[in-house]
């Protein structure tokens, strides 16, 4: 009797529990932490639903000047007063692009078959100058923006070239400036120009110096190439793409749990997160149009190849005395502003009484170098002809020539047969005549002892050390090659380096941290202790530092741990949110049973993630 009457109150109470439940009304609100911020910053939107968590992540319209992307989700379970609560949010960073007042629209959610609204949402973007919040100036309306400046003002990309006009394949000089103001960015790549018409040039390494434009000081990065226009007609240059990360800093909220309160606004549990995340940017420059003119026809040379620019060209022959069949080699150098890959020195292809062989042509630091082998084939030659390289100057606009040669040379014939060998004792005397000596023949020389007698027919390679001396070379080859294989893994398979090197880093993170512990630091000891929890999963499974959730976590190790250890991965999780905004003063002990438990877990991780 007494455990029935236990049931129905339990019973009775989960219905109470129940109703309470799915009498909570539902609310779907929007809101950002800061209604106004500068260019170069960012502001944090969350949607908030309240009376459920079984919702979909709600869609965001786009706003023309603002980029929203997606963070993730938080829930949230509350009693009080015996009042059961439930809510989840969704947070979106929101990075503005130019200055101005923006209003995100009022945004649905479908739950159950009925559709929630928001209410719209103002915010003012202004310049770095007005980022601190104040009053609205006077005779400016609410509604009117302060600035008609962008992020387009604060950071572009243009394209220079000093003329419109050029011949085919003349060299082009262009400046491809990089504008920075009032804002960061990193991982500057290098721009990109490549069209259809045009050829470029490999770009250097870029100038960077300050330059003040119409007030404002901006920091410009200058890539110097050149491009060669390839056909004749009308070209359109460009547009120069370049591509980096804008770093922008994240408000103090965007770190906060949505319970708020207490040392959440603490720098130290901030700096469990990054203060700056990093946005990808595509830069283009605007374009310019080219006309490309034909190479004149009058005074074109015949042996014109199509070479335009300024150029430095000679010619060597040597040795300038050979016998018939002795080679003579023909160095030539050709240098200058142009194409030097598309021109090329005017090689010999076939000369009278010459034996005339394949130039051999090589470029080094912007010159090409030929050398070709010519073979005399009868004594009555006395020169080699001349060679001349022609080239297009379109500073002149009219074709110019460079000769070298004739090369002179005398050529012999060789001795009809070689001289015997002789063996000269000295002086002979009077009335004497030495007579030549044969070596080899009335001398034999004695010697002292045998020398070491070998086996007829015994090779070295039946030897044991031939076989110990090719297993050793053997060995170091194979062992060299995996080294090979190894670095060039590491190189190429960044999910393999990462994965590699988290062990390593893990343990210097837990080395820092027990040197902490003893001192009894507890702020630094938690701050390395998190962040090197987060570069080992981060590395372990390919995540950047920000997608170190756990339910990322959890959805990248489903299936490849058992629950026991899915469990352990979720409390240390919740240890470290526990840490970050618990007000409760922490103990050594403390310290030292979480220390015990991150490097537990991390050698268990090792061994069951491959």
């Not at 639903?49 to 965001?60: F, I, L, R, Y």
């Not at 034999?444 to 070998?454: A, D, L, M, Q, R």
């Amino acid at each position: 009797m007494r455990y029935r009457r236990t049931f129905s109150i339990i019973v009775c109470g989960a219905v109470l529990c129940a109703r309470a439940v799915f009498a909570q009304d539902i609310r779907f609100t929007a809101e950002v932490d800061q209604t106004k911020i500068a260019l170069g910053s960012s502001a944090q939107l969350t949607l908030t639903v309240e009376g459920s968590q079984d919702v979909q992540t709600p869609a965001v319209s786009s706003v023309d000047g603002l980029d929203i992307r997606y963070l993730g989700p938080a829930t949230r379970v509350s009693i009080v007063n015996g009042q059961y609560s439930t809510s989840k949010s969704f947070m979106y960073s929101i990075v503005p692009l130019k200055v101005g007042r923006f209003t995100i629209p009022s945004l649905t959610i479908d739950i159950a078959g009925k559709t929630y609204s928001s209410e719209p949402v103002t915010m003012d973007v202004v310049d770095a100058a007005g980022a601190v919040a104040g009053p609205t100036p006077q005779g400016q309306s609410a509604g009117q923006p302060e600035e008609t400046a962008g992020l387009e003002d604060r950071i572009f990309l243009a394209l220079k070239v000093p003329k419109d006009k050029v011949y085919l394949n003349e060299p082009l000089p262009v400046k491809i400036l990089l504008f920075i103001a009032d804002v960061q960015v990193a991982d500057v790549r290098f721009p990109e120009l490549s069209q259809p018409g045009i050829e470029v040039a490999k770009t250097p390494q870029p100038q960077q110096y300050d330059q003040v434009i119409n007030g404002v000081r901006y920091h410009i990065a200058e890539f110097d190439t050149t491009v060669y226009p390839t056909r004749v007609g009308e070209l359109t240059l460009g547009p120069a793409k370049l591509e980096c990360n804008l770093v922008v800093r994240t408000s103090s909220a965007a770190g906060r749990s949505p319970l708020g309160g207490g040392l959440f606004n603490d720098d130290f549990f901030n700096s469990f997160f990054d203060r700056y995340e990093k946005r990808p940017l595509a830069l283009q420059s605007k374009t310019t149009a080219l006309t490309v003119l034909p190479l004149p026809e009058e005074g074109k040379p015949a042996d014109f190849t199509g070479a335009v620019g300024q150029f430095h060209f000679d010619a060597t022959a040597g040795p300038a005395e050979v016998n018939v069949g002795d080679p003579i080699t023909i160095k030539m150098n050709l240098s200058g502003k142009g194409n030097i890959k598309a021109a090329g020195p005017p090689a010999y292809t076939q000369l009278d009484r010459f034996k005339v062989y394949d130039p051999q042509i090589k470029e080094e630091d912007g010159t090409k170098k030929l050398e070709q082998v010519l073979i005399p084939e009868s004594d009555q030659l006395t020169q080699i002809p001349a060679v001349q390289f022609s080239y297009f100057d379109p500073s002149l606009g009219r074709y110019q020539t460079i000769p070298f040669g004739p090369f002179p040379i005398t050529v012999h014939q060789p001795p009809a047969g070689g001289q015997a060998l002789k063996v000269v004792a000295g002086e002979s005397l009077p009335g004497q005549t030495l007579r030549p000596e044969v070596l080899g023949q009335d001398i034999v020389f004695i010697k002292e002892s045998p020398g070491e007698f070998y086996s007829i027919g015994k090779r070295f390679y039946t030897s044991p050390w031939f076989f110990i001396v090719v297993l050793i070379l053997f060995g170091v080859w194979f062992f060299l090659f995996l080294m090979y294989q190894r670095t060039h893994k590491l190189e190429t398979d960044i999910v393999y380096a990462r994965r590699l090197r988290a062990p390593r880093e893990a343990r210097r993170g837990l080395n820092e941290a027990r040197h902490l512990l003893g001192l009894k630091n507890t702020l630094k000891f938690y701050d390395i202790v998190f962040k090197t929890w987060q570069a080992y999963l981060g590395n372990k499974l390919h995540l950047s530092p920000g997608e170190v959730t756990r339910e990322t976590v959890q959805v990248k190790l489903a299936g490849r741990l058992d629950e026991r250890r899915m469990e352990e991965i979720r409390k240390v999780f919740e240890e470290c949110d526990a840490v970050r905004y618990a007000p409760a003063e922490i103990n050594v002990e403390r310290m030292r049973e979480s220390y015990d438990q991150h490097e537990r877990l991390i050698d268990a991780l090792e061994r069951l993630i491959k």
